[in-house]
C-alpha cells in the first residue's frame, strides 16, 4: 500500500466518523475513478452502515440512465464538466437514497483529450442536503496517478461539503 492509498483510506474513515455522527449515509458516481472511491470507503469494516452502493457510469447513456444527468448538458457542456458532476452526485443520492452523493468526471488519459479538454482535466463533486460543491482538477500524472488523485479529491472535498458553511 503506497502514501495515497494510506491517505485515502485515512479521509474514509475520517467520512466515515462523519457519517455515523449525523446518521447519514453516501453513495458514488463514478467516471474516470471506475470505482476507486467506492472501494476505498467499502474497504473499512463497518462502511455498511453508512455506504448503501455506487454506481460506475463511464458512457454517457449510463449517465443519463442511471443518474439522471440530463441529455441538454451533455448536449451543451459535455460529460466532463462541472454541470455534469453535479447532476452525477445528486444522482447518486437520488438512485440510494442518501443524503451525500460524490462524483467523478474527466480524461485521466493517455488518450481521450480536445483542445478545450485537455488530459488530466478532472471534475469531482459532492452534493449533501444543505450545499452543492465542485471542484475543477489540472491533473499531470499519468492515467493511474490521475486516477488516485481524482478519488483523493473527491474524498477531501466531500470532507469540506460536510463541514459548517463558514460564511
Known sequence: ?????????ELSAELGGL???RGWNCATAESCTGGLIGS?????????DYFPGGIVAY??????????????TLDAVGAVSRECALEMASGARQAFNAQIGISSTGIAGPGGATARKPVGLIYVAAATPDRSEVRELHLDGDRLRNIHESAVAA??????AMRPDPS
Do not use: H
Open 1 to 9: 500500500m503506497d502514501a495515497t492509498d494510506r491517505y485515502a483510506l
Open 19 to 21: 457519517l455515523r455522527e
Open 40 to 48: 476505498w470507503i467499502t474497504s473499512l469494516a463497518g462502511s455498511s
Open 59 to 72: 458512457s454517457n447513456g449510463a449517465k443519463t440512465r442511471l443518474l439522471g444527468v440530463s441529455q441538454s
Open 155 to 160: 474524498l477531501e472535498l466531500t470532507l469540506d
